[in-house]
């Protein structure tokens, strides 16, 4: 059931999509590499970039941000300094620009980030400190040299996290160690499941259900969970078939309900990095849904 495969230049640690809501089948699938940089392709894995930049903990995008009077795709990542860097995809050029953030953005051991919530003018990410904590920052254009970067929320999280997704208001928060949690803006847990292995996380309603989707290295499965309860929904293999490769060692995933135009991503896409041979596979969303509801088929 993997619809596409990628090559990137080098191991991944982050992947992010970066939809268009006016034209669907031009949107990007960018991915942060271990040594620094990124690689960003069209969904039919044609490569649109590949751009120098520093090593990043985690990518978080925002696809549509209002900048300088147009409209740009945003990643976002956490240097091994603990701060907040922006990048701004250039798709005409096949490049990636750095974008100055204007604020005092630093975290110590930075671990992960994920985006939290947007609005008109703004986008907000949550970056995971390794002592246990979730700083949100909200990120403007007001018209300066950079952008505007200002912290709104602080969480406790019950353990140190490696990985996020925005769920409401809540944080999912995973690691390959501590487990599976849901927390609240005043840092209350509201679910917990300890002794899964979790390498990265994403949230979506599928087919009407609040679901988390993650993704374990260690299993080498794709784990579907109830996001209110965190009990297991159903597992996803992914085993080789005519034409579609397996997922063994899935470290780095990404999911998007937005349409990436035609019939097989019109629904939406989950985007996973493969350790076992270094590859980008992706799958229609569609086949994640029919997944939990059939109780979790083998594809």
Excluded: H
């Amino acid at each position: 059931m993997v619809t596409s495969v990628f090559e990137p230049s080098d191991p991944v640690r982050g992947l992010t999509f970066l939809p268009s809501g006016e034209t669907p089948w031009t949107g990007l699938v960018a991915a942060a590499l271990s040594d620094g940089g990124f690689d960003i392709f069209s969904v039919e894995g044609e490569a649109i970039a590949s751009a120098p930049g520093p090593v990043l903990n985690g990518l978080a995008a925002a696809p549509d941000f209002p900048l300088r009077g147009e409209q740009f795709p945003l990643l976002f990542g956490a240097d091994t300094n603990g701060a907040l860097r922006g990048f701004a995809v250039i798709q005409q050029a096949g490049e990636v620009v750095e974008l100055p953030l204007e604020g005092d953005e630093a975290i110590e051991s930075a671990a992960g980030v994920c985006r939290y919530s947007a609005g008109i003018g703004y986008v907000e990410i949550a970056v995971l400190a390794e002592d246990a904590e979730a700083v949100v920052f909200r990120i403007r254009d007001t018209g300066g040299d950079g952008l505007t970067l200002a912290e709104t929320a602080r969480i406790a999280l019950p353990f140190a996290a490696k990985t996020c997704a925005a769920a409401g208001d809540d944080l999912i928060v995973g690691d390959p160690n501590a487990g599976l949690a849901r927390v609240d803006m005043s840092g209350e847990t509201r679910a917990f499941r300890a002794g899964v292995s979790v390498s990265d996380v994403a949230y979506s309603e599928l087919l009407g259900r609040p679901s988390v989707l993650a993704a374990s290295a260690e299993t080498g499965v794709l784990t579907v969970f109830d996001a209110t309860t965190l009990e297991t929904a159903t597992e996803i293999v992914f085993e080789e078939g005519l034409n579609a490769p397996a997922i063994a060692q899935p470290v780095a995933l990404a999911l998007t309900g937005q349409s990436y135009g035609g019939m097989a991503f019109s629904s939406g896409l989950v985007a996973v990095y493969d350790r076992s041979d270094s590859r980008i596979k992706l799958v229609a969303r569609e086949v994640v849904s029919r997944a939990v509801v059939s109780g979790g088929e083998t594809g």
